[in-house]
């Protein structure tokens, strides 16, 4: 079964520039989307605990930033020796340089968007909405980045990157087709670079993570204050968020073509043990639960002890004592004279 992509034509984005690249890629507009949507939902979430409605609205000037600079300083990172070295050694330092600033072809890690992102917002706030507790406003943004990032999977669907292995179209026939018209191109390579096997499709691993995203979201931001009831502390839902996506990658990674697992650049043969994504995926999950775990005990024990109330007569008060003190001294001497005149 080999299936021309009916969506070759536009499936990068809107206009087409000199380099044949679109001048409004769609994996740029898939990205905002997504954080403006988790902003909405961030907003609506505090305005429901007494907060205005634009609470997050100047921090989200602050923190996406921030969080696209930081998912692109991890990708690099990730991905130096495959990706971003041999243009320096073989087309010299300015294309290099021009390498690493390319985002409209994608590049982006979330963990380093997610962690550069909570960094800054959280500083912002220390130093400018100061008096209001960081940990609870956290619990109102963080989960959301589940949203942005189920959105923006959806960058790599119009890329036709980031999917997984080959198999037959019969394994996902249940998908509706014009999605999976976008995981496989024929005889010629899909946009990334890669070429399928003749007959085969590729596992659409955004809708998987995208569902997945979604589902944790409402997991995070409801269900763990249901299930901790009158036990749940402000920042349970921030550090449920690293937990939650530790899972994530971890149920994503069997599925990853090893092409495109972040520094490997690997092959078929690659063991499932040497993914560094997978390790990555499962150090998320024990920081998760270690920091919920923190959280619990350092606020048992560190809480203030309740001090039992002083009593403190005022002014007004004391004198109205020493006052009724002395007329019963005056009583006491009158009676006592009068006994004697009658003795």
């Not at 990334?192 to 409402?218: K, R, T, Y």
């Not at 078929?268 to 270690?290: C, E, H, N, P």
């Amino acid at each position: 079964m080999e299936t021309q992509n009916l969506f070759l034509a536009y499936v990068q984005g809107f206009g087409q520039g000199e380099n044949g690249r679109p001048i409004i890629a769609f994996y740029g507009i898939i990205i905002v989307f997504g954080a403006l949507l988790a902003l909405f939902t961030s907003n609506y979430r505090a305005h429901k605990d007494g907060f205005g409605w634009d609470f997050f609205d100047t921090v989200f000037l602050v923190a996406f930033p921030c969080g696209i600079i930081g998912a692109r300083i991890w990708y690099i990172i990730a991905s130096w020796k495959t990706e971003f070295l041999n243009v320096f050694q073989y087309s010299g330092f300015g294309a290099g340089m021009a390498n690493l600033f390319d985002m409209r072809s994608g590049g982006l890690a979330i963990q380093g968007g997610a962690i550069f992102g909570v960094l800054a917002a959280l500083i912002f706030c220390k130093f400018r909405r100061k008096g209001t507790p960081l940990l609870k406003i956290a619990d109102f943004a963080v989960p959301t980045i589940l949203i942005g990032q189920g959105i923006g999977r959806w960058g790599n669907f119009f890329n036709q990157e980031v999917f997984g292995h080959a198999v037959s179209p019969d394994a996902w026939d249940f998908v509706p087709s014009w999605i999976m018209n976008n995981m496989q191109n024929g005889k010629e390579s899909m946009l990334s670079g890669v070429v399928l096997p003749s007959g085969s499709v590729a596992v659409p691993l955004f809708l998987v993570e995208s569902i997945l995203d979604l589902c944790f979201f409402f997991l995070v931001a409801y269900g763990i204050k249901a299930v901790e009831g009158k036990h749940y502390k402000d920042g349970d839902e921030t550090f449920g968020y690293f937990l939650s996506y530790g899972i994530i990658r971890m149920l994503m990674e069997p599925l990853r073509n090893p092409l495109f697992i972040m520094g490997e650049g690997g092959t078929d043969a690659l063991s499932r043990s040497q993914y560094k994504s997978f390790w990555m995926g499962l150090a998320f999950i024990l920081v998760g639960i270690l920091l919920i775990v923190l959280n619990h005990v350092v606020r048992h024990f560190c809480k203030p002890q309740e001090k039992k109330p002083e009593v403190v007569l005022s002014s007004s008060a004391s004198s109205g004592k020493k006052e009724e003190s002395a007329v019963d001294d005056l009583e006491s001497l009158v009676r006592k004279k009068e006994e004697e005149k009658h003795d």
